[in-house]
């Protein structure tokens, strides 16, 4: 167990988000729901706050307005903090360098971890990751181009995706 989190709801165009951040600054785990709790359930052990109150989000809470209001990359330099086995990690570091508007498929997203075969286990990766757009899950799509899953829902995915692909039009 870790010292303790603080953690709040803010409202966004693809509903409430929730975000659990500890007293270093990092995310434990974040999504588009009002439940803390269904959120501390998504951190592991090893990283679960002994205790957690309501409060100020600080930089990860103007983050997740920022990139709302549409300022894609300011979700990029939030610290996360999750634990896993070693490719899972890894998976979630590379994860969160498949850029806004670009989004990959499941193979694809295998293969940029450097095991193109482990698409299952990239797919466990997008699954178990507790700090949704932190580390961006919903930039993966299936091999067909569908959706596919999102632990939030498909109408919070094509959200995400139609508002990152907004963004296109500036560059």
Not at 22 to 37: K, R
Not at 91 to 109: F, H
Not at 146 to 164: I, M, S
């Amino acid at each position: 167990m870790t010292g303790t989190a603080v953690w709040a709801t803010r409202e966004t165009p693809a509903g409430p988000f929730t975000a659990v951040v500890d007293t270093d600054g990092y995310v434990l785990a974040s999504g588009w729901t009002a439940s803390v709790d269904e959120l501390l359930a998504l951190v592991h052990p090893a990283l679960a706050p002994s205790g957690i109150t309501g409060g100020d989000l600080g930089t990860v809470g103007d983050a997740v307005d920022r990139y709302h209001d549409g300022d894609l990359s300011v979700i990029d330099d939030v610290p996360v903090r999750q634990r896993s086995g070693p490719y899972r990690e890894h998976a979630w570091d590379v994860l969160r360098t498949v850029p806004a508007g670009a989004p990959v498929t499941y193979t694809g997203y295998a293969e940029k971890t450097g095991r193109p075969a482990a698409v299952r286990a990239a797919a466990g990766a997008c699954a178990h990751n507790a700090a949704a757009l932190f580390v961006p899950c919903h930039r993966v799509l299936r091999s067909d181009g569908t959706l596919g899953g999102f632990r939030y829902g498909l109408a919070v995915k094509r959200w995400l995706l139609e508002h990152e692909s907004a963004d296109l039009r500036l560059t």
